[in-house]
């Protein structure tokens, strides 16, 4: 599992904002980043965000509100963060955090033009108001299509 290598750098400090919905971590290799809990939350690690293989990923839309309402550590490898939209599932390994940190900006653009295709938002949908799912279907509130 990813964060097991002993070349991955660990955290040496982690703040949650929740004012702001952001994670601040720094690593021990003097790395410093500030993660929005909107990009943790579409780039979850989980099966529900990334499918259980190669381009079974959902797209996640209306997630620009979301923050982080919990966070346990999981040994010594990765963090478990609950989300406010009840998401819970992913495993952030050290590496995986680190990776969000170091590619967050084209992380962002891939992201935003996944939703553009779609023509979805990151705006959260009204309640009741569909949004566009990334397999053409549609959904409430960005949640994960059922078929």
């Not at 904002?17 to 943790?40: K, T, V």
């Not at 550590?73 to 939209?85: E, I, N, Q």
């Amino acid at each position: 599992m990813a964060g097991l290598r002993p070349d991955t750098p660990s955290p040496t400090e982690l703040i949650l904002h929740q004012a702001s919905r952001r994670l601040e971590i720094r690593f021990s290799d003097g790395a410093h980043f500030l993660l929005p809990a909107e990009l943790m939350r579409v780039y979850s690690p989980s099966a529900e965000v990334q499918g259980h293989g190669p381009g079974q990923e959902v797209l996640q839309v209306g997630k620009r509100e979301v923050g982080i309402v919990d966070l346990q550590t999981v040994g010594h490898y990765a963090l478990r963060p609950r989300f406010s939209d009840g998401h819970e599932s992913g495993l952030f390994s050290w590496d995986y955090l680190y990776r969000l940190g170091r590619d967050q900006q084209q992380l962002w653009s891939a992201y935003e033009e996944r939703l553009a295709a779609a023509g979805a938002s990151r705006e959260p949908a009204e309640p009741g108001t569909p949004q566009p799912a990334a397999d053409g279907g549609q959904r409430a509130c960005g949640g994960p299509a059922h078929s």
